[in-house]
T-cell receptor, first 114, second 113 residues
Framework: DQQVKQNSPSLSVQEGRISILNCDYT??????FLWYKKYPAEGPTFLIS?????DKNEDGRFTVFLNKSAKHLSLHIVPSQPGDSAVYFC?????????????FGTGTRLTIIP | ETGVTQSPTHLIKTRGQQVTLRCSSQ?????VSWYQQALGQGPQFIFQ???????GRGNFPPRFSGLQFPNYSSELNVNALELDDSALYLC????????????FGQGTRLTVV
């Protein structure tokens, strides 16, 4: 049962344009959402997060939007840069779990075309 | 401030053998979580240790076990290795049991032949 889904395995975007990565979840207990970026041969790197009490969080070129009614979140990167080429994982958690179990999606490989 | 480090980076084992993977948590972090990432999949939660005690476990059999030491470093042990255990094993550390921002190590690539 995949509780966090990233339905696009890959995405190619022209440098300078906006990259939009999508994520859906099914467990209504989730109340905290994170995006991680992963380069080959490295561990995931935390990018940005959002609590369920918000619908938007922005950090520089990265913005995460949360639509709780649709159980959907998206990561916007603007403008996209070649260094953004990586695999992006959406992850979800819940303070009710009492621990920091993160449930990950399967990832989206983003390629920025120069 | 040192980040999360894992050892070894790569490992090849034979089916039926046992393996121990190690993780040093980020300075000041008292919580360590372990994840298994199979090829083409997202990381899957194995278990978490908080102040030397197991604090939550994912859907993995008992042959996956762990330890956390007083300095908050951690070990993941896997007994009776199976071919499907071949994966990237990731360790993540965080501050506090309820913290939701985890910092990952580079992982250990385990291949079972």
């Amino acid at each position: 049962d995949q509780q966090v889904k990233q339905n696009s395995p890959s995405l190619s975007v022209q440098e300078g344009r906006i990259s939009i990565l999508n994520c859906d979840y099914t467990n209504s207990m989730f109340d905290y959402f994170l995006w991680y970026k992963k380069y080959p041969a490295e561990g995931p790197t935390f990018l940005i997060s959002i609590s369920s009490i918000k619908d938007k969080n922005e950090d520089g070129r990265f913005t995460v939007f949360l639509n709780k009614s649709a159980k959907h979140l998206s990561l916007h990167i603007v403008p996209s840069q070649p260094g953004d080429s990586a695999v992006y994982f959406c992850a979800a958690s819940s303070f009710n779990f009492g621990n920091e179990k993160l449930t990950f999606g399967t990832g989206t490989r983003l390629t920025i075309i120069p | 401030e040192t980040g999360v480090t894992q050892s070894p980076t790569h490992l090849i084992k034979t089916r039926g053998q046992q393996v121990t993977l190690r993780c040093s948590s980020q300075s000041g972090h008292n919580t360590v979580s372990w994840y298994q990432q199979a090829l083409g999949q997202g990381p899957q939660f194995i278990f978490q240790y908080y102040r030397e005690e197991e604090n939550g476990r994912g859907n993995f059999p008992p042959r996956f076990s762990g330890l956390q030491f007083p300095n908050y470093s951690s070990e993941l042990n896997v007994n009776a290795l199976e071919l499907d255990d071949s994966a990237l094993y990731l360790c993540a550390s965080s501050l506090g049991r309820g913290s939701t921002e985890a910092f990952f190590g580079q992982g250990t690539r385990l291949t079972v032949v």
